[in-house]
């Protein structure tokens, strides 16, 4: 027999990831614990590097396109709308209103399949199995609607610099407007499994709470900075396409904690349902192309610009010596910035709280190691 | 792989800029692009990328604003250069005095830049000093946002703005991964993407892919090459 000893109390530092089922991809946090108390935290990333921006040096503007979209693989649409709207910026080409609805419509589905994927993980992160069943049911319809669209269901490449390269197929509108009759309930019934469920609230209220200043102090933007009380959103804020001239509501929470943060997911969906609705009233034949060269050639200059990604602020920062290749293309990926906030987030919360909080600060490794 | 981005893909077709023959009907003409296309159908495949480029050179233009008046008052000689371009302000500030501008920007009498959107380099190797260090910010208050930029040289450090933002913790370690670029002050900078035992910067234009790419996947991996 071993001779009895008694075992140190101090701090213990163990390591979650980058295997691991509730990280979400190959995200590894270095927890130091005291017995199951978090006492501070360190995320190593980088294992899915890949070098986007490194590539993009060695493409021309209309190779980079697709590329863009293997980021954040779960929201390709918004990310190559991002990047296009971009390159479009510095061109200085204005779009026809048919391709601005249609990138709208496609934007905002992709929005609600971004945050189906996000609650079913969620929810199955701390131990609600049913969600997740319902929501890809519902993901489904809308990767089918992209399918018919463009051929691809995840990383869709969907428009293209300057407006769209496929016209609407003719079913199109009747098509989203099914969906979004069918859609707009399932989200009550979303709501009537989690909303008032106790374990939901026991396990979400008040925890990983970040407040306004602080979530502002470390660049977080999204459903996250809404859900500590910030209204800012960049669609309102900064319009781009055509938010203008839609109505919409910015949900917020209260608390800034991971219930308000569903809570402000859940209304952004209904939301995204309304402007898809308006978009599709508006939407009229046209032409789907601005006037852009067969060659992009840009002028010499840098040119920021950012959309509302459903994670947050997604900037990308173009600079363009005045040939057919961008000279740099730097990335500003939402998740990069707000999974830094974990570390504050995280502190003095239980070991299965970093769970639920990795899942609601909503981050696709893809697009966080780039 | 390297110099694959110096040879343009259209060979003849980029070669022409804005300036050449092509332009010399086209300037008058702008809009009408049919009337330009006929023409360039039997002769060479270069003229239809003529049509987009032969505008006026889009330039930067001088930015002027209160903001602007206020930082040069209040930093003699601090804000090199200031031009808008597509909507954009951004100003050049000397690195001696990036911290406490920034640190003015972010206070109410500055505009209230409290975001610090994004934080970036560019490599500019066949300049004196190669490095543009460039800071996006955003004002709620103001809904605006503004670059600040910063030119540093190979071995120059830079202050860091992790005591005003400290989301530029990351983004500087990213800055210091891809450029190499030193902070000063920065509590705990080093590789963030690459893997640590990593040598070379990525995102700077003289870094040669192969050779770095296989010292490492020798060491680590045990394979003769990673390509």
Same mark, same amino acid.
């Given at each position: 027999m071993p001779e009895a000893t008694f075992l140190d109390a101090g701090e213990l530092v163990i390591n979650m990831g980058p295997?691991?089922? #509730?990280? *979400?991809?190959?995200l590894r946090v270095k927890l130091r614990l005291d017995g199951e108390k978090v006492l501070g935290s360190e995320c190593v990333i980088g294992?899915?590097?890949?070098?986007v921006e490194k590539i993009a040096e060695n493409r021309n503007y209309v190779q980079f396109a697709?590329?863009? !979209?293997?980021?954040?693989y779960v929201a390709a649409v918004t990310n190559g709308m991002g990047y296009v709207e971009t390159v479009e910026k510095l061109l200085g080409v204005e779009l026809p209103p048919r391709a601005q609805y249609t990138r709208m419509i496609l934007a905002e589905l992709q929005r609600i399949a971004s945050h189906l994927l996000w609650l079913g993980t969620h929810a199955l992160d701390i131990g609600?199995?049913?969600p997740v069943f319902y929501t890809f049911r519902e993901r489904e319809e809308i990767l089918k609607i992209f399918e018919n669209y463009c051929? #691809?269901?995840?990383?869709?490449? #969907?428009?293209?610099? $300057?407006?769209?390269q496929y016209d609407l197929y003719d079913t199109f509108e009747k098509e989203v407007t099914k969906f979004c009759d069918y859609f707009l309930p399932k989200v009550d019934e979303y709501e009537t499994l989690l909303t008032k469920n106790r374990i939901w609230l026991k396990r979400t /209220?008040? @925890?990983g709470v970040i407040s306004a200043d602080d979530a502002i102090a470390y660049g977080v933007t999204g459903p996250v900075l809404r859900g500590s009380? @910030?209204?800012?959103d960049i669609r309102k804020a900064?319009?781009?396409?055509?938010?203008? /001239?839609v109505e919409f509501d910015v949900p917020i929470g209260q608390n800034g904690d991971t219930y308000d943060r569903y809570l402000v997911r859940m209304e952004e969906m209904r939301q995204s349902v309304r402007i898809v609705r308006q978009c599709v009233d508006r939407i009229e034949p046209?032409?789907?192309?601005?006037?852009?060269?067969k060659v992009i050639k840009p002028p010499v200059g840098e040119v920021y610009h950012s959309i509302e990604s459903p994670k947050g602020e997604l900037g990308y920062f173009v600079v363009s !010596?005045?040939?057919?290749? &961008?000279?740099r293309v730097r990335v500003r990926p939402p998740s990069f910035v707000n999974l830094q906030a974990l570390d504050i987030m995280i502190r003095g919360h239980l070991v299965a709280d970093v769970v639920a909080i990795i899942g609601t600060l909503d981050i696709v490794l893809g697009e966080v190691d780039r | 792989m390297a110099d694959e981005p110096k040879v343009p893909p259209e060979g003849g077709a980029s070669?022409?800029?804005?300036?050449? #023959? &092509?332009a010399a009907g086209s300037p008058a003409s702008a809009s009408p692009q049919p009337a330009a296309a006929p023409p360039a159908k039997p002769a060479?495949?270069?003229?239809?990328?003529a049509p987009p480029a032969p505008k006026a050179p889009v330039k930067p233009d001088p930015w002027t604003s209160p903001l602007l008046d206020t930082l040069q008052k209040k930093f003699? $000689?601090? @804000?090199?250069e200031a031009v808008i371009f597509r909507n954009l302000p951004s100003v050049r500030v000397a690195k001696e005095s990036l911290v406490p501008i920034c640190e003015f920007l972010k206070s109410s009498e500055g505009g209230?830049? /409290?975001?610090?959107?994004d934080h970036t380099a560019v490599d500019? &190797? /066949?300049?004196?000093?190669r490095f543009d260090v460039i800071y996006h910010l955003y004002s709620f208050q103001r809904n605006d946002r503004l670059r600040v930029k910063v030119v540093l040289g190979e071995n120059e450090k830079v202050p860091s703005v992790t005591g005003i933002w400290p989301t530029a913790n990351w983004f500087e370690r990213e800055v210091f991964d891809m450029f190499g670029i030193q902070y000063e002050g920065h509590p705990d900078l080093k590789r963030i993407?690459? &893997?640590? $035992?990593?040598? $070379? *910067?990525?995102?700077?234009?003289?870094? !040669?892919?192969l050779r770095q790419d296989d010292n490492w996947v020798q060491s680590n991996l045990g394979i003769k090459s990673g390509q």
């Open positions: 295997q691991h089922p #509730a990280t *979400h991809g190959v294992y899915l590097h890949r070098g697709p590329y863009v !979209d293997r980021m954040d609600a199995m049913t051929g #691809a269901r995840l990383t869709t490449h #969907a428009f293209r610099i $300057g407006g769209l /209220k008040n @925890v009380g @910030v209204k800012w900064q319009p781009y396409e055509a938010y203008d /001239k046209g032409p789907i192309m601005g006037k852009v060269g !010596d005045g040939s057919t290749h &961008p000279y | 070669e022409t800029p804005a300036k050449p #023959a &092509p060479v495949p270069a003229k239809p990328a003699p $000689g601090a @804000v090199i209230e830049y /409290k975001l610090l959107t500019y &190797p /066949k300049r004196e000093k993407l690459m &893997p640590d $035992g990593w040598t $070379g *910067h990525p995102l700077r234009k003289d870094y !040669d892919i």
